[in-house]
């Protein structure tokens, strides 16, 4: 099965994106790294026990009153996620630490929810999965993906989209948002493929259905049989796989390194 690593910079489309390829004709399952990031820590999880346990004497109203409660469940309060972000985000010392603690919590939760969902899709036969994840390259999830899908914009694009999404924000905090996050141009040199999402989204489901084509017919079905029934050469050619894209990864941040 094709791992499709699946990215892109707020407003830039991605979302769309990840619509187009979960709907017919493609009908491909979406592996939501966003939507196991919010499903690991509800309440009866162990990243929630352990948010609980670490944050909770320090953090005022992190978790909800039960009458405010927006997802009320039998195992306990939910998690005050805007809350818990006020407490972490931050340029301090003490902010950075939180992060860090936060950080090594939820991920490892989330790769188990994501490795999961990527043994169901393909026990259940799908040729493709789309692994849905806004920071691939930074948290180098890359490695994992048989190929990496970039959504790009031009900066005037990707600024409009943003302040038609936020009404709230001014020009100055959508420009701050973009520079948080790593560059188009950069993630466009990790990249194996990427589609320009400038134009209409009938254009974006032209774009995006030529990439499934032709990452389709790049899969004959001789090699497809023998991936699904002798598991030893499944497990070398994984093996050898994952020693090929982290070494690409690899010789790609010398390359950024080098051109600063």
């Known amino acids: 099965m094709l ?32 939507r196991l990031a919010h499903a690991v820590i509800l309440p009866g999880t162990p ?6 346990a670490h944050f909770s004497s320090t953090t005022p109203n992190l978790l909800y009153s039960p009458d405010e409660d927006p997802t009320p469940s039998p195992h306990g309060p939910s998690i005050n996620r805007r809350v818990l972000g006020q407490r972490v985000f931050g340029a301090t010392e003490q902010n950075q630490r939180d992060i860090k603690v936060l950080n090594g919590i939820v991920h490892p939760a989330v790769r188990r929810a994501m490795l999961r969902e990527v043994v169901r899709a393909w026990l259940a036969g799908h040729w493709a999965a789309v692994l849905d994840v806004p920071l691939l390259f930074e948290g180098r999830l890359d490695v994992f993906c048989g190929v990496t899908l970039l959504v790009g914009t031009s900066p005037a694009v990707q600024v ?6 936020d009404a709230h924000l001014t020009a100055e905090d959508a ?18 493929v990427v589609v320009w999402n400038d134009g209409t989204v009938e254009e974006l489901e032209v774009e995006i259905g030529r990439f499934v084509a032709r990452m389709r017919n790049g899969r004959g079905w001789f090699w497809t049989a023998v991936m699904a029934t002798c598991w030893p050469v499944t497990g070398a050619v994984i093996v050898w796989w994952l020693l090929g894209n982290w070494l690409k990864r690899r010789r790609r941040d010398e390359l950024l390194k080098k051109e600063g």
């Open 3 to 34: 791992l499709i690593g699946l990215t892109g910079s707020i407003a830039t489309g991605k979302s769309t994106v990840s619509r187009i390829l979960a709907s017919e004709p493609h009908s491909l399952p979406i592996i939501d790294a966003d």
């Open 175 to 192: 420009e701050r948002r973009i520079a948080s996050q790593m560059s188009v141009e950069k993630k466009k040199a990790l990249a194996d």
């Open 47 to 52: 990243a929630y026990r352990a948010i609980v």
């Open 160 to 165: 409009q989209r943003l302040l038609a999404r």
